[in-house]
């Protein structure tokens, strides 16, 4: 019913940057939270970032001062900057929406199939 389809990911050296989007289409009537999570291989998935429709942010306290979370909802799209990228970042980044459907107004928590961010020199 929904699709959230993310871009941006790949392989960077220490201290770069990344831009993540994520696009969601579909029974979409509105979109209230959005947000980033990541799993780093043996881990648990873990909130990166999150951000309501009126665009109050909330981040994981590894990631305050080096990623924006941010959102256009009139494109149903949420992005990602990541600045001075660390080996721990490293992980696959999903993105998550709190979709209200059109044609029954539930909500519906919908996530994206996920992109690979490396940090490696």
């Known amino acids: 019913q929904v699709q959230l389809v993310e871009s941006g990911g790949g392989l960077v050296q220490p201290g770069g940057s990344l831009r993540l989007s994520c696009a969601a289409s579909g029974n979409i009537f509105t979109i209230n939270d959005m947000a980033w999570y990541r799993q780093a291989p043996g881990k648990q998935r873990e909130v990166v970032a999150s951000?309501?429709?009126?665009?109050?942010?909330n981040y994981a306290e590894s990631v305050k001062g080096r990623f924006t979370i941010s959102r256009d909802n009139a494109k149903n799209t949420v992005y990602l900057q990541m600045n001075n990228l660390k080996p721990e970042d490293t992980a696959v980044y999903y993105c998550n929406a709190m979709v209200v459907l059109s044609t029954t107004r539930t909500i519906l928590s919908s996530w994206g199939q996920g992109t690979q961010v490396a940090v490696s020199s």
């Open positions: 951000i309501t429709r009126g665009r109050n942010r």
